[in-house]
């Protein structure tokens, strides 16, 4: 298998998911000639091939990070985040341990107290994220650590490991970063965060985990030359999109279950969730992205996801095949029963589970979609993000939304910003005040 495969067959009928293909034609015609809405935030669309001019210097930086720092901390939160994050993590053996740290995404203050004692006597460097330039949580992460490296190691050098990935023109970010001569890398104006992956924003800190951004990007061209030329029934994002809305607008599931068995996969669900979460849930419509590391949490969430209210439908992320390999071994005395294991590879027993799992589940009433990588590399996970983000495009227009802006993630903000007195909100201050 080249690509990753979609199949629908144990969720809904094939007639039920055509319904929905002249919708999806029409959407994936709005994407293309940018007549939908939020067409100004279409640059990820053809992002595989456009930043191909960039890999070398980003590579470059990277190199230069890599073997001139022993930690690297990568500052961003949602969209300026998630996507490295996932792919780093995937990737990465999970009992080595990392170059790449991350901040910004949250304000735990006694995660950042420990980050800081981490860092102390340590040679690091900094790549701060932030399109807009102005978000509190990656701000404040990246003022307590640039003061930090600057103590830590003079302001020239620490400047030399500092790296803004950044608005052109706009933005705090971006003052600072020019009026210090920090090197940086553009976030362009028509690529939302949750779709910047494959910006600077995800490859950065990607090519730092010393993984191969070229193969990742040639992924998600081939992805993104099939989602634009296949037909219907063998376009993996056009049947994706339908079938997701078959299940949610014609059979009631309201939660989308991505699953893995694979803990590797971990943080892959985290970024679904954001992209589909802050694309799809507006207007009071939206499926709910909820995600499920198998076989661990089937002994946590199992009973529900089997017994519980009929609203959920599960899309799984099946790996065909293992990097490695592992035999169960026979042991004479078989005091824990496990002989006829013996022989057999453990993912043999995963497989099994997967699909003992796909039989209960579907016999319980829950519809079950899958999406099968061949292989756990960056070329099929560069495939696995565009495809993920194409099928999202398609899907919010057949949801009738704008899948493209996040109006609702102001609101917190607001009211942060007046509980916390910051110029320009003394009215919000006043009246949100005179609520406690
Ligand atoms: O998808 C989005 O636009 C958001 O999740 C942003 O990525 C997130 O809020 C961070 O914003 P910024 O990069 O402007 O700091």
Same mark, same amino acid.
């Given at each position: 298998?080249?690509?990753?495969?979609?199949?629908?067959?144990?969720?809904?009928?094939?007639?039920?998911?055509?319904?929905?293909?002249?919708?999806?034609?029409?959407?994936?015609?709005?994407?293309?000639?940018?007549?939908?809405? @939020?067409?100004?935030?279409?640059?990820?669309?053809?992002?595989?091939?456009?930043?191909?001019?960039?890999?070398?210097?980003?590579?470059?930086?990277?190199?230069?990070?890599?073997?001139?720092?022993?930690?690297?901390?990568?500052?961003?939160?949602?969209?300026?985040?998630?996507?490295?994050?996932?792919?780093?993590?995937?990737?990465?053996?999970?009992?080595?341990?990392?170059?790449?740290?991350?901040?910004?995404?949250?304000?735990?203050?006694?995660?950042?107290?420990?980050?800081?004692?981490?860092?102390?006597?340590?040679?690091?460097?900094?790549?701060?994220?932030?399109?807009?330039?102005?978000?509190?949580?990656?701000?404040?992460?990246?003022?307590?650590?640039?003061?930090?490296?600057?103590?830590?190691?003079?302001?020239?050098?620490?400047?030399?490991?500092?790296?803004?990935?950044?608005?052109?023109?706009?933005?705090?970010?971006?003052?600072?970063?020019?009026?210090?001569?920090?090197?940086?890398?553009?976030?362009?104006?028509?690529?939302?965060?949750?779709?910047?992956?494959?910006?600077?924003?995800?490859?950065?800190?990607?090519?730092?985990?010393?993984?191969?951004?070229?193969?990742?990007?040639?992924?998600?061209?081939?992805?993104?030359?099939?989602?634009?030329?296949?037909?219907?029934?063998?376009?993996?994002?056009?049947?994706?999109?339908?079938?997701?809305?078959?299940?949610?607008?014609?059979? @009631?599931?309201?939660?989308?279950?991505?699953?893995?068995?694979?803990?590797?996969?971990?943080?892959?669900?985290?970024?679904?969730?954001?992209?589909?979460?802050?694309?799809?849930?507006?207007?009071?419509?939206?499926?709910?992205?909820?995600?499920?590391?198998?076989?661990?949490?089937?002994?946590?969430?199992?009973?529900?996801?089997?017994? @519980?209210?009929?609203?959920?439908?599960?899309?799984?992320?099946?790996?065909?095949?293992?990097?490695?390999?592992?035999?169960?071994?026979?042991?004479?005395?078989?005091?824990?029963?496990?002989?006829?294991?013996?022989?057999?590879?453990?993912?043999?027993?995963?497989?099994?589970?997967?699909?003992?799992?796909?039989?209960?589940?579907?016999?319980?009433?829950?519809?079950?979609?899958?999406?099968?990588?061949?292989?756990?590399?960056?070329?099929?996970?560069?495939?696995?993000?565009?495809?993920?983000?194409?099928?999202?495009?398609?899907?919010?227009?057949?949801?009738?939304?704008?899948?493209?802006?996040?109006?609702?993630?102001?609101?917190?903000?607001?009211?942060?910003?007046?509980?916390?007195?910051?110029?320009?909100?003394?009215?919000?201050?006043?009246?949100?005040?005179?609520?406690?």
């Amino acid at each position: 298998m080249v690509n990753i495969n979609f199949t629908y067959n144990k969720a809904t009928s094939a007639s039920a998911v055509q319904q929905f293909a002249p919708a999806v034609a029409a959407a994936q015609q709005d994407l293309k000639n940018g007549t939908g809405l @939020g067409n100004d935030f279409l640059g990820w669309l053809t992002l595989p091939a456009d930043i191909r001019p960039q890999l070398a210097d980003i590579q470059l930086t990277a190199k230069m990070l890599r073997e001139e720092c022993e930690k690297i901390v990568c500052i961003g939160i949602g969209g300026s985040y998630l996507g490295a994050k996932a792919i780093n993590e995937a990737l990465s053996n999970a009992f080595a341990e990392s170059q790449i740290l991350y901040a910004g995404q949250n304000i735990g203050e006694d995660y950042l107290y420990e980050l800081q004692e981490y860092l102390k006597d340590k040679k690091f460097g900094i790549i701060s994220i932030s399109k807009s330039g102005t978000t509190t949580e990656p701000a404040l992460a990246f003022r307590l650590l640039k003061t930090q490296l600057e103590q830590q190691e003079g302001k020239d050098a620490a400047h030399r490991h500092i790296i803004c990935i950044t608005d052109a023109k706009k933005g705090a970010l971006r003052t600072l970063a020019t009026k210090e001569g920090l090197k940086t890398y553009v976030i362009e104006d028509n690529i939302g965060g949750r779709f910047s992956v494959l910006s600077p924003v995800g490859l950065l800190p990607i090519a730092c985990a010393g993984f191969d951004i070229n193969a990742l990007i040639d992924g998600a061209e081939r992805m993104m030359n099939l989602c634009a030329t296949a037909e219907f029934e063998q376009n993996p994002a056009a049947l994706y999109a339908a079938a997701r809305n078959v299940l949610y607008q014609e059979e @009631g599931k309201k939660i989308e279950l991505l699953v893995n068995f694979n803990p590797k996969l971990h943080f892959i669900a985290e970024w679904w969730k954001q992209l589909y979460g802050e694309s799809e849930g507006k207007d009071h419509k939206g499926i709910f992205p909820a995600s499920v590391d198998f076989t661990t949490d089937l002994h946590s969430m199992g009973q529900y996801i089997q017994d @519980g209210e009929r609203h959920l439908f599960e899309t799984v992320i099946s790996v065909m095949k293992p990097n490695h390999e592992v035999i169960f071994p026979h042991d004479t005395e078989n005091l824990d029963g496990l002989n006829f294991l013996a022989g057999k590879r453990v993912d043999e027993v995963n497989k099994m589970a997967e699909l003992g799992t796909q039989i209960a589940h579907v016999d319980g009433g829950v519809p079950n979609l899958k999406i099968e990588m061949p292989e756990l590399n960056e070329f099929y996970l560069g495939q696995l993000i565009y495809f993920f983000e194409i099928a999202c495009g398609i899907s919010g227009y057949l949801l009738k939304v704008n899948p493209f802006n996040q109006p609702g993630v102001e609101a917190y903000k607001k009211n942060m910003f007046a509980l916390l007195d910051k110029p320009g909100y003394e009215a919000e201050s006043k009246a949100i005040k005179a609520r406690l």
